[in-house]
């Protein structure tokens, strides 16, 4: 099983400013990498697929990065409705998920 | 547009078995395969498994315990998880497969396991 490794687990930023997410899979999981937004009581929310790829409907103040084994999602100017839990997705060997970063106003 | 709705919350006692329905609409079901995903009150994501047309690929974790499977006539998948214990408290989510990762999500069936 390839295991996903998220950094930090808590990330406090204010509106406005840069926040950086990290990523490490255990092993390569070439650029089949996606990134999910979760608010409280939703269902999670494609934003990023094949590590840089925006999904339909996504600010373009979301980015993505990375292959192999490390991979970082920025977002660029934190809006209010940005702040929740991020996860990372490999799916080059079936699914695994990251155990999530949280994204909190500072 | 596209559509997964999943059945309502279940209340079970441990030793039980549930079964999570997810239907489908908006797109040619037999097109897209549907993976399982499950998160525990304040923990992370989960993946338990995948079925397409009739085959299916489980984690390791559950496999034995639990069984997935579909209905093409009602556009419908089912996950079936059984000898239920307190740790599988928690909300089951499906989401459409696509090429690797879930665009369109259910909005999740809430299992509680108590006695």
């Known amino acids: 099983e390839i295991v996903m490794t998220q950094s930090p687990a808590t990330l406090s930023v204010s509106p406005g400013e840069r926040a950086t997410l990290s990523c490490r899979a255990s092993?390569?999981?070439?650029?089949?990498l996606a990134w999910y937004q979760q608010k409280p009581g939703q269902a999670p929310r494609l934003l990023i697929y094949?590590?840089?790829a925006r999904a339909t409907g996504i600010p373009a103040r979301f980015s993505g990065s990375g292959s192999g084994t490390e991979f970082t999602l920025t977002i660029r100017s934190l809006q209010s409705e940005d702040f929740a839990v991020y996860y990372c997705?490999?799916?080059?060997?079936?699914?695994?998920f990251g155990q999530g970063t949280k994204v909190e106003i500072k | 547009q596209v559509q997964l709705v999943q059945s309502g919350a279940e209340v079970k006692k441990p030793g039980a078995s549930v079964k999570v329905s997810c239907k489908a609409s908006g797109y040619t079901f037999t097109n897209y395969g549907i993976s399982w995903v499950r998160q525990a009150p304040g923990q992370g994501l989960e993946w338990m498994g995948w079925?397409?047309?009739?085959?299916?690929n489980y984690a390791q974790k559950f496999q034995g315990r639990v069984t997935m499977t579909t209905d093409t006539s009602t556009s419908t998948a089912y996950m079936e998880l059984r000898s239920l214990r307190s740790d599988d408290t928690a909300v089951y989510y499906c989401a459409r497969d696509d090429t690797g990762f879930g665009v369109y999500w259910g909005q999740g069936t809430l299992v509680t396991v108590s006695s």
């Open positions: 997705q490999q799916y080059n060997n079936w699914w695994t």
């Open positions: 079925t397409y047309n009739g085959n299916t």
């Open positions: 092993q390569s999981v070439s650029s089949s």
């Open positions: 094949g590590a840089s």
